[in-house]
């Protein structure tokens, strides 16, 4: 669904340039849901804007789908913006009308995109538990249930993929629980493709593959250990995740910084081959 190599955004203004993505690899298959996490200013909402065709890559490859957002010209991008994604924000509130019901909401964004199908909107509606409130209008709704009702919109255009921004950042934790229930429903139903950023691990570990990303490039990557179990079916098991450094074609690796710090390793190593492992010692 997704395929990223050496993708890189700078953010050039007046006085500075910004590096937020120093040639990020990330692959992510059809169907697939899976989390990115990160500090703060480590380059996820840079990733996810360009994912969402909101802002333009500067080098490298980015594809989704049939889709090369390198190589897109203006008009296709809104078609593929129209078409292929859904974006939901952490703050919705710039996406929906606050005197119009949560149904006249679902189907604005159908009208605009040419496929008006109110069955479908009450459908996302029941989707998503808002069947009892379609009819309310939004600054009736509480937090969680605009945040759903941003869902169903989000769905709205049939996406193959969805990128949440911090989803669940404004909500409490029984809300958070049912929205990441909704995506793993739309995920296994429809087979949507799901990318989650988040600060939360709590909820990355929700599903089966996180990334990391560090300064701008993807550095671990924790996968579901034992994802034939389905897990929901086991009262009090706890989802555990294994973690692997990541090592892009030329045979980068991101060594975490407290490890480095810890050895006193700065801008040179010795790098060892044991026949069975690689040793990263400090220069003698
Ligand atoms: N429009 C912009 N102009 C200049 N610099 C930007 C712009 N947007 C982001 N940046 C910079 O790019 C880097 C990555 O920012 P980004 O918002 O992608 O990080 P993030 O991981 O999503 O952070 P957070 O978790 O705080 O939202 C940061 O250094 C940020 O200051």
Redesign the pocket.
């Known amino acids: 669904m997704i395929h990223c190599e050496g993708l890189v955004?700078i953010?050039k203004?007046s006085e500075?340039e910004?590096v937020?993505?120093q040639g990020l690899n990330l692959t992510v298959e059809d169907g697939e849901m899976m989390a990115i996490i990160?500090?703060?200013?480590?380059?996820?909402?840079?990733?996810?804007?360009i994912l969402g065709g909101l802002d333009r890559p500067s080098a490298g490859t980015a594809v989704v789908g049939d889709w090369d957002l390198l190589k897109m010209t203006e008009p296709q991008l809104v078609e593929y913006k129209r078409h292929t994604v859904g974006f939901i924000w952490q703050n919705n509130g710039r996406n929906l009308l606050p005197y119009m019901t949560a149904l006249e909401n679902v189907e604005t964004p159908m009208m605009l995109g040419g496929k008006y199908d109110r069955g479908y909107a009450k459908q996302l509606l029941e989707w998503v538990g808002l069947k009892d409130r379609m009819h309310s209008r939004l600054y009736q709704l509480s937090g969680g249930e605009q945040q759903r009702v941003a869902i169903a919109i989000s769905l709205s255009n049939k996406p193959k993929l969805l990128l949440a921004?911090?989803p669940t950042g404004s909500v409490d934790s029984e809300t958070s629980d049912r929205i990441m229930d909704i995506f793993r429903k739309m995920n296994r139903e429809l087979g949507i493709s799901i990318v989650i950023?988040t600060?939360d691990l709590e909820l990355a570990n929700k599903v089966d593959r996180i990334v990391a990303?560090r300064d701008?490039l993807t550095s671990t990557e924790f996968v579901k250990r034992n994802d034939s179990l389905d897990t929901e079916r086991v009262p009090g098991s706890k989802e555990v995740h294994e973690a692997f450094v990541i090592i892009d074609r030329a045979g980068r690796l991101q060594v975490p910084r407290e490890y480095l710090e810890a050895l006193s390793i700065d801008e040179r190593a010795t790098l060892e081959f044991d026949g069975e492992r690689i040793v990263i010692t400090q220069p003698k």
């Open positions: 955004k953010y203004s500075v910004v937020a993505l990160g500090n703060s200013g480590s380059g996820k909402s840079t990733l996810l804007n921004d911090e950023v600060h990303i701008g």
